[in-house]
């Protein structure tokens, strides 16, 4: 949450430069998945990514952990970590970087753990591979993991297969493999959207309290604007493969510049706000967009659309700490 | 929606739907060629209300709990165990064949996955007539194909659409195309199970609008199951809180928000999560611990001592609360707790809560052993 004190002068931990995945397939054109996107994350710092689904926000994760399959999409640009760039490490060296110094947490706890093997097996892998733990040590670090996340009964839990857990318990043990060689950055997708309410709240505190104890920077990738509100520091909001608003995130919720950040704001329902009035929906759906080349994709569904919107990609403007991709924002004074 | 006002003054004439004391248990059965019955899921147990006509009634709670299969029940998706469920004076439960059938005209489901709801078979304009011509309501080609216009132009869709298959929509089209096909008997009542949460946070907005502008014009009852506490206020007049297989709270949905009494509503309310920084900063979460306990073996008692954190030694975990009107609260608000009033007055205050282990071999699904035992050890007893 208080990003100051982790924040050091050696500059960002992740820097991500002009990323672009393409998909390709035979005889179909390349389908554009992220449309050159830069990003960085300070040491300590928590990131959102924020988009509807289709924006990019899950390929760009995958693509920094170098988890897209091998054959089928081109990624181009940097992703810079420490000094080197994942993109142009070996596949070996590669694999001792995840794990290591990279967490990831996914959204389906179930289909991301190995369902035969036991969770506390899971975990010790992790220890004995990256810092080199012997069995017996590897097994009482694992029990420690579990118990830091919250997991009742650690001692027991070990020995438990993924089923045997309900859907909180999952994602508490799939953070405690991805905490459990103390990574630099954790990445999570979606951690919370396969979960209720009441355990959402849980995990989100787990991620809170973890991020302010052990100083890991995280990048949070979700759809939900509630969920980013209480914990990020600063947040991307991704429209059609590409960044359209970063801010900070008081800055981006009090004065949202960007029509589709606005919208996105405006259209959820809220508890406390006036049920009689109908809410400000978008028009349109996340498939009715222009190609990025020529225009501003979001343009079809834009309720402040110009005529330049649609003939003229518009730039990338920085001011004040906030990045904005638009032609004709909303004036600041309004939200 | 309709103004809270009407629902104050209702009369039992406007009872449009009474649900009475209804139980839904799913047997566990084990063995493979002798099927014993080894205990019950316990998936609505003695549930009660009341929705008025014109009125939207909101059912939330987790997965799990039994709202969908409340919603279900009543309208004989699945077999009730006990109670009953009047619909308009007739009892749904016990109907059987034709007079069921001809009923069915009358209350219709909008279903969460539009994409799996829909036959991808089959045109949209198949999918409607389908409706019409079971319960006799074609009247001929041209008819019809009017009366689907007109249709479509209410659920905000080109009359081209009708051409068309399922795949070839948006999510958020085909959700206007799975209520198109529930609007085209012209039921009285609409039991919306999730009708947003499979959509994107833009589409969504759109289709609560809808649907609270169909309601206006064409006088329609809801009852909308949902999860997210957000999308059921803004919809609904009354709001039932569910937990394990009961409501725990209802009341007028402002109300509920404002002043929610059962501890289980304030924990759900603090846990939603709120798109404002500010608020996100300042506000006091109550923090459950632990997952639900198996609807297969539930707490005795109140169903929600194990994880509240308001729990006193007196009578919680023996006596199972009944929904009643608290001291203070208005007429409509009813909570199924103890110690509604003392914690809303602060004579009882918070306490830790260990949570307690909860083995599962499925989730919290049907197929949970009783007793919580792993799934190994179920089978080896």
């Known amino acids: 949450m208080t990003p100051a004190g982790a924040r050091s002068g050696d500059g960002p931990l992740l820097d991500v430069r002009d990323l672009s995945v393409r998909f390709t ?34 390929v760009t994760s995958l693509a920094i952990m170098g988890l897209l399959p091998g054959r089928g999409p081109k990624v181009g640009g940097e992703v810079r970590f420490g000094g080197d760039d994942l993109l142009a490490l070996s596949d070996s060296a590669l694999r001792e970087r995840r794990g290591r110094d990279l967490g990831m947490v996914f959204q389906d706890p179930l289909s991301s753990l190995n369902p035969v093997v036991p969770v506390g097996v899971q975990i010790t892998e992790a220890l004995t591979r990256h810092r080199g733990m012997d069995k ?36 508490r043990a799939l953070i405690a493999i991805a905490l459990a060689c103390r990574p630099r950055l954790l990445i999570a997708d979606e951690p919370t959207t396969a979960l209720d309410v009441t355990i959402q709240a849980q995990i989100l505190e787990l991620l809170r309290e973890l991020v302010a104890e052990t100083g890991t920077a995280l990048m949070m990738i979700t759809h939900d604007l509630g969920v980013v509100a209480g914990l990020c520091d600063r947040v991307n909001v991704l429209y059609a493969g590409r960044i359209v ?91 | 929606m309709t103004s809270t006002e009407n629902a104050t003054t209702v009369t039992d004439t406007d009872l449009l739907l009474e649900v009475d004391d209804l139980a839904v248990h799913f047997p566990i059965t084990s063995g493979v060629l002798f099927e014993r019955t080894v205990g019950h899921v316990r998936a609505v147990d003695g549930v009660s209300l009341r929705v008025h006509r014109g009125e939207t009634y909101g059912l939330v709670g987790e997965s799990g709990c039994g709202k969908s299969t409340l919603g279900r029940a009543i309208l004989r998706l699945v077999d009730p165990t006990s109670g009953s469920v009047l619909f308009d004076g007739t009892d749904v439960a016990t109907l059987k064949g034709e007079p069921l059938r001809r ?136 709001v039932g809180v569910m937990y394990l297989g009961g409501i725990v709270e209802e009341a ?100 830790e809560v260990a949570p307690e282990a909860v083995d599962q071999s499925s989730g919290t699904g049907p197929a949970a052993p009783e007793q919580g035992g792993s799934l190994t050890e179920f089978l080896g007893r």
């Open chain 2, 103 to 238: 009923m069915r005209r009358r209350f219709q489901m909008v279903f969460q996955d539009p994409l799996s709801s829909l036959d991808p078979r089959q045109s949209v304009e198949s999918l409607l007539t389908e409706g019409l011509r079971a319960h006799g309501l074609s009247r001929g080609g041209e008819a019809d194909r009017a009366r689907l216009t007109e249709l479509m132009d209410a659920v905000g869709l080109p009359s081209g659409a009708l051409r068309r298959y399922p795949h070839e929509f948006s999510g958020g089209q085909r959700q206007r195309i799975g209520i198109a096909r529930a609007l085209c008997v012209e039921p009285d009542l609409i039991v919306a199970d999730e009708p947003v949460s499979a959509l994107d946070v833009s589409v969504q907005a759109q289709v609560l609008n809808l649907l609270s502008r169909l309601q206006r014009e064409l006088g329609l009852t809801y009852l909308v199951i949902a999860h997210d506490l957000a999308v059921v206020r803004h919809v609904s007049d009354r």
């Open chain 1, 136 to 171: 017996k040590a590897a097994r009482t670090e694992a029990i420690t993991l579990l118990e830091r996340v919250g997991i009742p009964d650690p001692a027991r839990r070990v020995t438990s297969y993924p089923h045997q857990m309900s859907g909180g318990m999952r994602q």
């Open chain 1, 25 to 58: 397939r035979r005889g179909e054109p390349d389908t554009v998945a992220v449309d050159g996107i830069s990003f960085d994350i300070e040491p300590g710092e928590v990131v959102g990514l924020v988009g509807e689904s289709g924006c990019g926000k899950s």
């Open chain 2, 252 to 351: 007028p949905a402002g109300d509920l928000y404002s002043d929610p009494l059962h501890p289980y509503t304030r924990a759900l309310l603090s846990a939603v999560p709120v798109p404002d920084p500010q608020v996100e900063d300042d506000r006091e979460r109550i923090l459950l611990t632990g997952d639900l306990p198996s609807p297969a073996a539930p707490p005795s008692g109140c169903r929600f001592h194990t994880r509240c954190p308001w729990r006193q030694a007196d009578r919680c975990d023996t006596e199972r609360p009944q929904l009643r009107v608290p001291e203070g609260a208005g007429p409509e608000h009813r909570v199924a707790c103890h110690h509604a009033e003392a914690i809303r007055d602060g004579r009882i205050t918070r306490h």
């Open chain 1, 245 to 335: 608003e970063r801010a900070e995130r008081h800055r981006l919720f009090a004065t949202p510049r960007h029509p589709y950040t606005h919208g996105l704001i405006g259209s959820i329902p809220r508890l406390d706000s006036d049920p009689e009035l109908e809410l400000p929906a978008i028009p349109g759906s996340v498939n009715d967009n222009l190609p990025w080349d020529t225009a501003c994709a979001f343009a079809p569904r834009c309720p402040r659309e110009i005529g330049r919107c649609t003939e003229v990609t518009p730039g990338v403007e920085t001011a004040a700490s906030r990045l904005l991709r638009c032609h004709n924002p909303v004036p600041a004074t309004s939200a």
